[in-house]
């Protein structure tokens, strides 16, 4: 993420609020309300490169402004607590609904051979000729 922070330019609104340009594109980064207009960091809730840059333009750590469930000790209180095995299957307490629900099958059947990479062009369209014979 160093590499794609590092060739922004970051330009401060105020404390909070900044202005990066990449690649001729605006994104406006809030740090207070962890926002940005490439919405990768609402969605991820993981710092986007525009954030990191703005992070480290306040000279702050990206890692801090993760959300709580990326960090360490609360992955380990996650997994903290026991786990028992569910021993042999005629013990288990199932209800009689779910034993007799039918589940459908997909028909998500992706067609044999390599996906076609051109569109298949309307009735309407003209087709125009690329060679002359």
């Known amino acids: 993420m160093e590499a794609a922070a590092c060739p922004m330019d970051v ?3 105020d ?3 900044y202005d990066n340009v990449d690649e001729r594109v605006n994104n406006r980064v809030n740090l207070v309300k962890r926002t940005c207009n490439c919405l990768v960091w609402q969605s ?22 993760a959300y709580i469930y990326f960090k360490n000790r609360v992955y380990r209180e996650t997994y903290n607590g026991v786990v028992y095995p569910l021993g042999d299957k005629s013990s288990w307490n199932v209800f009689e609904d779910f034993l007799n629900v039918d589940v459908p099958v997909s028909n998500n059947r992706r067609s044999a ?20 014979f």
């Open 11 to 13: 330009h401060p609104i």
């Open 15 to 17: 404390v909070n609020e």
């Open 44 to 65: 991820d809730e993981f710092p986007c490169s525009h954030a990191v840059a703005a992070i480290w333009k306040q000279k702050l750590e990206p890692a801090d402004f």
């Open 113 to 132: 051979g390599r996906p076609r990479m051109e569109r298949i062009p309307s009735i309407e369209e003209v087709r125009t000729q690329l060679r002359c």
